[in-house]
């Protein structure tokens, strides 16, 4: 009988201010397209300890990590620039600290807008602090008026992205003002803005799944097509589970 495979997704957090507790929270839009794609989500509130992180992650057969404001420069030794949105404190560590467990586990992952971002710097690779100012003739990725703002996106052959959207015409939504700049070891580049800003990334490594996206398959601005990544990341989860052949981006 088919099991489907339960995929987790770290939450957002909030600190409490004095009209309201502290909370966490995800939009729907993450599990909703989990379930759509055949897994069962399952949301993860900011644990900070790594040991009990691991428990948790022993459970799970994959991880979805979603977006959210940015990380914090300086826990990779750079400065802040002032367009930046900082996380709260206690989600990034903790998503630092999963991240970190999940690359020792080999666990499947999907990270999505920061959730990409974290998983380049957390692998060796670093940010554009604001794209504006460091790739000064890069198209608009974010548009404070047009939440449904989108732009080109061009796949290379032979990776995962390919395979979702061809080699047709495709766009996706863009809401970011950073972007991956020097790129981790062990993994490529999937797809890229016609700026050349990196779009998609994922593992080279053949023992670990996992892959990336800056831009938003889980939006109400995405589309339908963009569904096809949740569906593809659970089908490799589920190939991996299984010890099938030909998992993507394996």
Do not use: C
């Not at 495979?5 to 009209?19: K, S």
């Not at 729907?28 to 397209?33: I, L, P």
């Not at 593992?203 to 996992?210: Q, R």
């Amino acid at each position: 009988m088919f099991s489907k495979p339960v995929i987790g997704l770290n939450a957002n957090f909030r600190n409490a201010t004095h009209d309201r507790p502290a909370f966490s929270f995800i939009s729907a839009g993450y599990f909703d397209a989990v379930i759509a794609a055949g897994g069962i989500p399952v949301v993860l509130p900011p644990v900070g300890n790594a040991e009990d992180q691991q428990a948790v992650l022993q459970r799970l057969d994959g991880v979805v990590l979603i977006g959210g404001p940015d990380l914090d420069p300086n826990r990779d030794g750079f400065m802040r620039h002032a367009s930046i949105r900082m996380m709260e404190p206690r989600r990034e560590e903790a998503d630092r600290s999963m991240m970190k467990v999940i690359a020792q586990m080999r666990l499947p992952v999907f990270g999505i807008g920061v959730g990409m971002q974290l998983i380049n710097v957390a692998m060796g690779g670093n940010l554009f602090m604001h794209i504006p100012e460091d790739l000064p003739g890069a198209l608009p990725h974010h548009d404070t008026i047009d939440k449904h703002h989108r732009h080109g996106l061009e796949v290379v052959p032979g990776t995962l992205m390919e395979k979702i959207f061809g080699d047709g015409e495709v766009r996706v939504n863009s809401s970011h003002h950073m972007a991956i700049d020097e790129l981790a070891p062990g993994f490529i580049v999937s797809a890229r803005s016609p700026d050349g800003v990196i779009e998609a990334i994922e593992s080279a490594h053949d023992d670990w799944f996992a892959i990336g996206t800056q831009f938003h398959p889980e939006a109400e601005s995405a589309s339908a097509l963009d569904q096809r990544i949740f569906e593809e990341f659970v089908e490799g989860v589920v190939a991996g589970k299984t010890g099938s052949v030909g998992v993507a981006a394996a």
